[in-house]
């Protein structure tokens, strides 16, 4: 526990760490002393208690997230005050800043994963707008994205309710009417969501003047910039940045509407799916994942520019709490998938053949990873997953007109414990599995998918297989079960091992919770279940101290692809595998 530089503390919370400070205050991980989940507690700094607009703005800003309830929002829990002090307990969620995700990235998002996270901050503002608040400060330093692609909205330190006016923004995101003073509706926070989602697409702010007076007259008067912007998406961007409030969408379900039917349109039905993992991957590969949801830069940096426009700087909470560094995520399945119209789709964990599997990717897949590092000692827990599919099943399967979106796949989650191990220290890699088989299925020309169910056979039908990493005899492991080692370095914590050149351990293992029912609506058997695999860390003579990457099967590719028995290359049916493995740190015993 640190020191308490700050004073008064909530009473009944213990502090675990600090997360920032600043001019106005303070946030700092923390958890009751009766146990549950972190939390985040963000305190009005001492000596600004007996300024009293200070804290009436600190009181308001609670006040009016309180009113704000959404999956896409980080929560409020309480607010306390007392002569003291004043303080706003809230959920802490790990995640890092889209400013963090767009400067580490370097590149334009993916644009599945730009209107991924455009739609979840959407979402996020139209809970707020549907209890009267508007943001006004929506920006990328306010967006927080989660290892699993998911993103909520932090920050509503000079949110108002509808109709309010005033100066206060950030002049890069801020609406016409922001500038001009005029009321602030559920418009302006779309116009600031439509400057990010610019920024995101094409790797610039649309408006990039160097002074206030420049950007004022661009936001104001310029056209809508969209040279760089992908022609498919420029509709929803000219009509997101559109001057005047009236000729924006007016309510934020219309404009996830309005997106929604451009994504699929334009990217695919299984256009979300891909975007939640594309965009989970680049934020893992780029930052800790931190409770940063309620750090909010408002609350370090309040200041008023030129022209009386008020902003809030994005720069002073970026950095990690101890004990929260970036993870990885993988995972290693040899899966095989049989005759499609076959009950027995998939081989069984264990024997030669290491562990079948195949994944359901829904709204929550994760393609990312994190894990939590104690300090010097034992402890701490790693967690990482990994995706494989195809982008052309069709050729998979022999099945003529099949989407990607269809295509067969395999989604694992590990978690590794502890992250932190020494000779004789005993480790356990969990492994959560779902997965997808895809059945007796057609596509005929201009009409909808045909699927004749488990027990059916349609003519263009064939057997298929595909696994992930090689059996036992092809890694020369005699165990029936094993964990691989790959070193750091050379190995790199951001790759997925193509090669079977890891240290690969014999362990125990156990599957519980096997479920492999065939889902008409799939049209293919939708398989679960979890395995435990535990060994005893060895002398350093078989393992270095040193970092790791854990994977339960290796190599970390799509194998051993074939159809009806004759060999397919990963090229002809856009096999690919996405994610992170998790880390553990041999220690020298």
């Avoid at 007016?250 to 039905?269: D, I, K, M």
Wanted: proline share 8%.
């Amino acid at each position: 526990m640190t020191d308490r530089p700050h004073g008064w503390e909530v009473p009944g919370y213990t502090r675990v760490e600090e997360l920032g400070s600043g001019a106005q205050g303070a946030v700092v991980l923390a958890r009751h002393q009766t146990g549950g989940p972190a939390v985040a507690i963000k305190y009005l700094a001492p000596d600004l208690l007996g300024n009293t607009a200070a804290r009436d703005t600190f009181r308001r800003e609670a006040e009016l997230l309180r009113r704000v309830t959404d999956p896409h929002v980080a929560r409020l829990f309480y607010y306390v005050e007392s002569p003291q002090g004043a303080a706003i307990i809230l959920e802490a969620v790990p995640g890092r800043s889209l400013r963090r995700v767009l400067d580490d990235h370097g590149e334009p998002l993916a644009p599945e994963a730009a209107l991924t996270m455009l739609k979840g901050s959407l979402l996020g503002l139209a809970a707020a707008h549907a209890v009267g608040v508007v943001h006004r400060d929506y920006k990328p330093a306010n967006v927080l994205v989660q290892d699993d692609g998911q993103s909520k909205l932090i920050d509503f330190g000079i949110a108002v309710l509808t109709g309010q006016g005033g100066h206060a923004g950030t002049p890069a995101y801020m609406a016409p009417e922001q500038w001009e003073g005029r009321p602030a509706t559920p418009a302006t926070d779309l116009y600031a969501a439509t400057c990010v989602f610019v920024e995101c697409v094409t790797g610039e702010k649309p408006f990039q003047g160097t002074t206030m007076e420049a950007l004022r007259a661009q936001h104001t008067t310029a056209p809508v910039p969209l040279d760089q912007v992908p022609e498919a998406l420029r509709p929803l961007v000219e009509h997101g940045l559109a001057k005047s409030p009236a000729e924006r969408a007016w309510n934020a379900h219309e404009f996830v509407s309005e997106l929604e039917a451009l994504a699929v349109r334009e990217y695919g039905p299984d256009w979300e799916r891909r975007g939640i993992i594309a965009l989970g991957a680049v934020a893992a590969a780029v930052g800790a994942a931190v409770p940063l949801a309620v750090l909010g830069s408002a609350l370090f940096a309040h200041g008023a520019s030129s022209a009386g426009v008020g902003t809030a700087a994005s720069g002073a909470v970026g950095h990690a709490a101890a004990g929260y560094v970036q993870g990885a995520a993988s995972a290693d399945i040899a899966t095989k998938a049989g005759a499609s119209t076959s009950k027995g789709v998939l081989t069984k964990v264990g024997g030669t053949k290491g562990a079948a599997g195949i994944a359901a990717v829904g709204a929550g897949a994760v393609a990312a990873a994190w894990y939590f590092w104690p300090g010097p000692g034992v402890g701490g827990e790693s967690h990482g997953a990994v995706h494989a599919a195809f982008t052309r099943p069709g050729v998979l399967l022999g099945v003529e007109n099949m989407p990607a979106a269809d295509t067969p796949y395999i989604d694992l989650k590990i978690s590794v414990r502890p992250a932190k191990a020494k000779p004789g220290t005993k480790i356990h890699v969990h492994v959560s599995f779902q997965g997808r088989t895809v059945g007796a299925v057609s596509y005929p020309p201009g009409r909808p998918r045909q699927c004749s169910g488990p027990e059916g056979e349609l003519p263009k039908n064939h057997a298929y297989n595909f696994a992930i990493g090689e059996d036992t005899d092809q890694l020369g492991v005699k165990a029936r079960y094993y964990i691989g080692f790959y070193q750091m370095p050379p190995t790199k914590r951001k790759e997925l091992p193509q090669r079977a050149n890891g240290i690969f351990l014999d362990a125990d293992l156990k599957k519980t919770g096997e479920a492999q029912p065939f889902v008409q609506s799939e049209c293919a058997y939708m398989s679960r279940w979890q395995e435990d695999r535990t060994l005893v860390i060895p002398e350093r003579n078989m393992l270095e101290p040193g970092k790791y990457l854990v994977a339960p099967y290796a190599p970390v590719k799509l194998t051993d692809l074939s159809q009806d028995g004759k060999p397919l290359s990963p090229e002809e049916t856009g096999a690919f595998t996405q994610g992170r493995l998790p880390m553990i740190e041999v220690l020298d015993g």
